[in-house]
């Protein structure tokens, strides 16, 4: 099993955040797929907490850590906590044993180094019931001490993977990917490249959050899947991306071309 150095090191991997600022073309004003897939989940979320977070094993004047992992900027990430928080307020109402004694609240902030925290703080929600934190760093390495996490949540960002597979940008490798920014019409090699990759990547990210996350407490994971059985071919994401891609790919022989 890694270390924590040798998990922090191999996580760090490539950092490319999301557009910082408030402008037209920022994540902020771009993020909408992310908050419709959000707002699918919100039902899901509060029932898995209000089912399934312990708070028997909580000490009673423990204030509850909450981390939101992949945050970047904008309202959605303001909106899956207070989420959050709504239902483990709604856990101790329920609970007579602590006398719906409601606890203080910390909020954790993740994302990359480079993320425009300063944007992030900057737009947190003036009637907020929690106290905001910062905490710099890939999640696929331990970012916080160990059994601190009550409850560590990531939506639509662990699908971004630490780095791009050595394998699909060597000209030698049967896995080379030919500068394609995706694998829909790509060779079995590269499909399993970067299965690897990401195996390996949800490897380190669930051994971190094992280290991190306290007794009783809930990891939430929210992203989007392919249906067994589907081909990555007849996958409507895949398919905007490959396209995407194209345009890349033509936008970039132009700009070399000028």
Request: aromatic letters at 8%; glycine letters at 6%.
């Amino acid at each position: 099993m890694a270390t924590e150095k040798e998990m922090r090191k191999e996580g760090e991997g490539e950092a490319y955040p999301m557009k910082g600022g408030d402008g037209p073309y920022s994540y902020s004003k771009n993020s909408s797929y992310q908050g419709e897939l959000r707002n699918a989940a919100k039902e899901l979320v509060s029932e898995a907490i209000v089912e399934h977070l312990d708070i028997v094993k909580f000490s009673p004047s423990t204030t509850i850590r909450v981390a939101d992992l992949g945050c970047s900027v904008g309202p959605n990430t303001f909106f899956a906590v207070q989420n959050i928080l709504e239902a483990i307020e709604l856990k101790y109402y329920q609970s007579q044993a602590l006398n719906s004694q409601i606890p203080e609240f910390q909020v954790f902030f993740n994302d990359h180094v480079s993320n425009d925290f300063n944007t992030l703080f900057l737009s947190l929600p003036v009637d907020r019931r929690y106290n905001a934190a910062g905490v710099p760093g890939s999640f696929y390495s331990n970012l916080f001490p160990s059994h601190s996490l009550h409850v560590a949540h990531i939506s639509t960002a662990i699908h971004w993977l630490s780095r791009v597979p050595k394998e699909v940008l060597d000209r030698s490798s049967p896995a080379w990917n030919k500068g394609r920014i995706t694998y829909l019409s790509a060779s079995e090699e590269v499909i399993e490249a970067y299965a690897a990759q990401c195996g390996d990547d949800m490897a380190r990210f669930l051994q971190a959050r094992a280290q991190e996350i306290a007794e009783g407490g809930l990891l939430i994971i929210i992203l989007a899947v392919r249906p067994n059985g589907i081909p990555h071919s007849q996958v409507n994401l895949n398919i905007v991306q490959d396209l995407m891609g194209s345009c890349l790919v033509d936008m970039a022989k132009k700009a070399r071309n000028c």
